[in-house]
T-cell receptor
Framework: AQSVTQLGSHVSVSEGALVLLRCNYS??????LFWYVQYPNQGLQLLLK??????LVKGINGFEAEFKKSETSFHLTKPSAHMSDAAEYFC????????????FGKGITLSVRP | GAVVSQHPSWVICKSGTSVKIECRSL??????MFWYRQFPKQSLMLMAT?????????EQGVEKDKFLINHASLTLSTLTVTSAHPEDSSFYIC???????????FGSGTRLTVV
C-alpha cells in the first residue's frame, strides 16, 4: 500500500520568503505524486504532478516540486511567498493505472505574514 | 480543462431527512467518481468509489445504506445521505477520474449541516 507523510501541521513564512512544504512517500512500486491546494470551503485544485517523467516538476502559481527517489521525497517549493498562497496544502500519492484511488497526507496549513 | 460541477455548495437539513449531492463532469466523461468526506482541519477521507453503471465500492467503516451512491451516467454521480443526523455534518467532496496520467478533478465541495 502507498502512503504519504506531511510533517508538521502549520508553516508560517513572511511575504517574499521561500516556501518549503515537505512530503515523503512510501510505495512498493513507482508512484504518481501530486500536490493540491485547498482554500476555505472549496474543493481541491491541482498544483502539480509527477508521473515518472521529469523529476523536477513545475506547477501553477510559481510552485515546483522535485521527485527524489533516494530520499522518497516530493517537497513543494516556491521562491517567493505571496499573501494569496495562504491555504491548506495536501500531498497525495496513487499507483499508475487508470482511476486508481488517491491517498492523501494530512495536510499543511500555510500562513503568509505581511 | 476538466471541470466537475458539484451542487449544492451548502445545505442545512433537519435530522432524519435525506440530502442528495450531485456531481457532474461538464466537458469529459467520468468513468469513475470518488466521494470524500472532510472534517474541519483534517485531510480527505475516501468514502467510496463509483463506476458508471455498476455498484459503488465503499471503504471500510462507511455505511453503504446510509451513504447511497448512484453513478447512472458518464457525467453524473450522486451521493445521498439518508436519515441524516448531526454527526453526518461535514464537508463532502467529489472527484472525477478520466485520464490515467491526470491528477483527478475535484468538485467545489458541499457543506452539510444537520440540525
Amino acid at each position: 500500500a502507498q502512503s504519504v507523510t506531511q510533517l508538521g501541521s502549520h508553516v508560517s513564512v513572511s511575504e517574499g520568503a521561500l516556501v518549503l512544504l515537505r512530503c515523503n512517500y512510501s510505495s512498493s512500486v513507482p508512484p504518481y505524486l501530486f500536490w493540491y491546494v485547498q482554500y476555505p470551503n472549496q474543493g481541491l485544485q491541482l498544483l502539480l504532478k509527477y508521473t515518472s517523467a521529469a523529476t523536477l516538476v513545475k506547477g501553477i502559481n510559481g510552485f515546483e516540486a522535485e521527485f527524489k527517489k533516494s530520499e522518497t521525497s516530493f517537497h513543494l517549493t516556491k521562491p517567493s511567498a505571496h499573501m494569496s498562497d495562504a491555504a491548506e496544502y495536501f500531498c497525495a500519492v496513487r499507483l499508475a493505472g487508470a482511476n486508481s484511488k488517491l491517498t492523501f497526507g494530512k495536510g499543511i496549513t500555510l500562513s503568509v505574514r505581511p | 480543462g476538466a471541470v466537475v460541477s458539484q451542487h449544492p455548495s451548502w445545505v442545512i437539513c433537519k435530522s432524519g431527512t435525506s440530502v442528495k449531492i450531485e456531481c457532474r463532469s461538464l466537458d469529459f466523461q467520468a468513468t469513475t467518481m470518488f466521494w470524500y468526506r472532510q472534517f474541519p482541519k483534517q485531510s480527505l477521507m475516501l468514502m467510496a468509489t463509483s463506476n458508471e453503471g455498476s455498484k459503488a465500492t465503499y471503504e471500510q467503516g462507511v455505511e453503504k445504506d446510509k451513504f447511497l451512491i448512484n453513478h447512472a451516467s458518464l457525467t453524473l454521480s450522486t451521493l445521498t445521505v439518508t436519515s441524516a443526523h448531526p454527526e453526518d455534518s461535514s464537508f463532502y467532496i467529489c472527484s472525477a477520474g478520466g485520464q490515467a496520467l491526470s491528477g483527478y478533478t475535484f468538485g467545489s465541495g458541499t457543506r452539510l449541516t444537520v440540525v
